[in-house]
T-cell receptor, first 115, second 115 residues
Framework: AQSVAQPEDQVNVAEGNPLTVKCTYS??????LFWYVQYPNRGLQFLLK??????LVKGSYGFEAEFNKSQTSFHLKKPSALVSDSALYFC?????????????FGTGTLLAVQP | DVKVTQSSRYLVKRTGEKVFLECVQD?????MFWYRQDPGLGLRLIYF???????EKGDIPEGYSVSREKKERFSLILESASTNQTSMYLC??????????????FGPGTRLTVT
């Protein structure tokens, strides 16, 4: 069965410091991987996705994510955090062999960036 | 820009009432989804639809039904609302994804409280 794990409920980082939000996955084959962000009282916004090719994927708002097949991870990163990055972040996976666009979401990680 | 709208941001209903949550997308997407979001549980798929009048159960369909009579509109129905259905409900849409993985676009959410 497919699954996604976000091992940290909350990540705290000081503004200007690099940030990492962790995600590991389990699928039967090669995955499609996604990151979404949710600001308070809003829906989810797409940040980036890994389909194939370069293991480092660049997305919106200066975020990037590194796909690591051997560690089955897809960690979200940003070189310099902003207070406005504070939000709830979700990792999601889709089985490449799936016939529909059903995504499995992680439980979310709350990112808190202190001024 | 893709726009997904939901009929209400906040809704308060009584136990036993029939509840309709409406979702409309303006990008001619074939796929539409209903999720519920609960703290610590992430997003869980209730139902999805891959075409007009076509639907499939997600991971937690019990107590819910759906209707898709037109391509742009996907309705979630709580036949007899219960307090354990108090949650944030998110609608999403996407292009069909055979052989690829398009991102899902989310609406702002409806926070439903059942008293």
């Amino acid at each position: 069965a497919q699954s996604v794990a976000q091992p940290e409920d909350q990540v705290n980082v000081a503004e200007g410091n690099p940030l990492t939000v962790k995600c590991t996955y389990s699928v039967s084959g090669n995955p499609y991987l996604f990151w979404y962000v949710q600001y308070p009282n809003r829906g989810l916004q797409f940040l980036l996705k890994y389909i194939t090719g370069d293991n480092l994927v660049k997305g919106s708002y200066g975020f990037e994510a590194e796909f690591n097949k051997s560690q089955t991870s897809f960690h979200l990163k940003k070189p310099s955090a902003l207070v406005s990055d504070s939000a709830l972040y979700f990792c999601a996976v889709r089985d490449r062999g799936g016939a529909t666009n059903k995504l499995i979401f992680g439980t979310g990680t709350l990112l808190a960036v202190q001024p | 820009d893709v726009k997904v709208t939901q009929s209400s941001r906040y809704l308060v209903k009584r136990t036993g009432e029939k509840v309709f949550l409406e979702c409309v997308q303006d990008m001619d997407h074939e796929n539409m989804f209903w999720y519920r979001q609960d703290p610590g549980l992430g997003l869980r798929l209730i139902y999805f639809s891959y075409d007009v009048k076509m639907k499939e159960k997600g991971d937690i369909p019990e107590g819910y039904s759906v209707s898709r009579e037109k391509k742009e509109r996907f309705s979630l129905i709580l036949e007899s609302a219960s307090t354990n259905q108090t949650s944030m409900y998110l609608c999403a849409s996407s292009l069909p994804t055979i052989g690829y993985a398009y991102e899902q676009y989310f609406g702002p959410g409806t926070r439903l409280t059942v008293t």
